[in-house]
Nanobody, 120 residues
């Protein structure tokens, strides 16, 4: 299973970006996908997650500004980021909990990361 992210870049404070992450490979069931981020010198932290059933969870720091959405048919997750702040600057990683085969257990997968920089 591979996760491929896109959509990062440089944006001014108050601006918007949309991240995408597509999972490919052997996927029997995609239980949940989400986004984490890691700022320079910091630890990786949860941004938002969405389950196969559509239940979402957000970090307090992004509530009301970020929206996560999933497309189960495409095994893709999106993160719409509005009202971006300099403190949102980080490498954003896609995460997925996938059952690759019918009788396999669930595995956790990570993308390679995409840089988001919020600066004037």
């Amino acid at each position: 299973v591979q996760l491929v992210e896109s959509g990062g870049g440089l944006v001014q404070p108050g601006g918007s970006l949309r991240l995408s992450c597509a999972a490919s490979g052997s996927i029997f069931s995609n239980h949940a996908m989400g986004w984490y981020r890691q700022a320079p010198g910091g630890q990786r932290e949860l941004v938002a997650t969405i389950t196969e059933g559509g239940r979402t969870n957000y970090a307090d720091s992004v509530k009301g500004r970020f929206t996560i959405a999933g497309d189960n048919a495409k095994n893709t997750v999106y993160l719409q980021m509005n009202s971006l702040k300099p403190e949102d600057t980080a490498v954003y990683y896609c995460n997925a909990h996938i059952q690759p085969y019918r009788y396999a257990r669930e595995y956790e997968y990570w993308g390679q990361g995409t840089q988001v920089t919020v600066s004037s």
